[in-house]
């Protein structure tokens, strides 16, 4: 096992009727925007709910933030806050509201140059806005983590970055909230979380057995209640159980001291750049395809997934069955997983992996993952 430091700093507040419990939580004083997406907070009782909450606070509010959130429109509301002198933000909805929150927390003290240099250069977060969230949509963990991931409209970019600065001060987990959730969201959620729990587990063996088995429950119980909650979606206890899942899968538990890969979301964020997909959609396309391709360099732990998690014999032969398994799986759940079903073709495939390259270097938990490899993992997926 690596060495790692870990800290976790959030306070989570789980359950039916804790967004009524958060105000204690927010600094006396405080002047919040409340910042939100495209309204579904405004028609499934979240709205009020955290209105009620606020009731005695000073709070102004930003929405519009969209799904994969756009530098340019979370500049609008970095403008507001330093207007209005904003010095608390509360996130209300799915990740990306989340993150765009985070972008704004670190761009409204980010004066002296372009804000878009946190993505593009790294630039360092030496203070942010304290923020909180209500998540109402489980899958990307941002609930518990100190990441985001921002798209940039005009170059056709998206970009990840993190400070230890950005995590929540607490986030608010009522699964009731997710009640409203599309069977698409729900579906795009179960497979976002496998897939987080997939690029920090499916890599080479370093003796954490531990997070080996962390990893492997979160996995058992996406798999038992993935079917469940898009069977029966009214049910509060399968969004309870989905809700906690994915926030283990990225609050970095099962991430101390283990490989990681992560290649899939790289490829996966290019795809959605260029052409659009749900973050899941693509993440559901290139997984299986990343696996088949990595199989060799993967296999000691493909084995040990196929046969804890699938059942399957413990030996070489039954790889690719656990992986037809997996990819059978996201299927189950409605998510496609071959690019020609969203219409894409492969004109992009070399350049995508170009850009990757470029930018990130060679990459995946062996660093064995150049363009040409992209090029042809996203040709097994086409
Ligand atoms: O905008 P509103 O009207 O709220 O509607 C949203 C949106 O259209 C809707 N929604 C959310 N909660 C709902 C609801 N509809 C009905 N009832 C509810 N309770 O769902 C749609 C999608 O929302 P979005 O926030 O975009 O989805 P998700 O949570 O999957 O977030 C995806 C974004 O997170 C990034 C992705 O790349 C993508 O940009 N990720 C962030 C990570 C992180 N911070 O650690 C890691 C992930 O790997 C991922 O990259
Ligand atoms: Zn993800």
Known sequence: MYAFTYHNPVRILFGKGMIAKMAPHIPAGARVL????????????????????????????????????????????????????????????GGSVLDGSKFISAAVPY???????????????????????????????SEMNSVAVISRESTRQKLAFGSPLLFPLFSVLDPETT???????????????????????????????????????????????????????????HRANIMWCATQALNGVIGCGVP??????????????????????????????????????????????GARIWGLEESESSVEQAIDKTEAFFRSLGVKTRLHEYGIDDRDFHSIGRILEERDGRIGERKDIGAAEVEAILRLCA
Request: aromatic residues 6%.
């Open 34 to 93: 409340l910042t939100y997406g495209g309204g579904s907070i405004k028609t499934n009782g979240v709205y009020e709910q955290v209105s009620a909450a606020l009731k005695e606070r000073s709070v102004l509010e930003f929405g519009g933030i969209e799904p994969n959130p756009r530098y340019e429109t979370l500049m609008q509301a970095v403008e507001l806050a330093r207007r209005e002198k904003i010095d608390f933000l509360l996130a209300v909805g």
């Open 111 to 141: 004066r002296h140059a372009d804000p878009w240099e946190l993505l593009s250069k790294h630039a360092k977060i030496k203070t942010a806005i304290p923020l909180a969230a209500v998540l109402t949509l489980p899958a990307t963990g």
């Open 179 to 237: 009640l409203s959730l599309s069977p698409r969201q729900t579906a795009n959620g179960v497979v976002d979380a496998y897939a987080h729990v997939l690029e920090q587990y499916l890599t080479f063996p370093n003796q954490a057995a531990l997070q080996e088995r962390q990893a492997e429950a979160i996995l058992l119980t996406l798999l038992q209640e993935g079917p469940r909650v898009m069977a029966v979606p009214e049910s509060y206890e």
């Open 260 to 305: 990681q890969d992560w290649a899939t979301h790289g490829i996966g964020h290019e795809l959605t750049a260029l052409h659009g997909l749900d973050h899941a959609q693509t993440l559901a396309v290139v997984f299986p395809a990343l696996l088949r391709h990595q199989r060799v360099q993967k296999m000691e732990k493909l084995i040990q997934y």
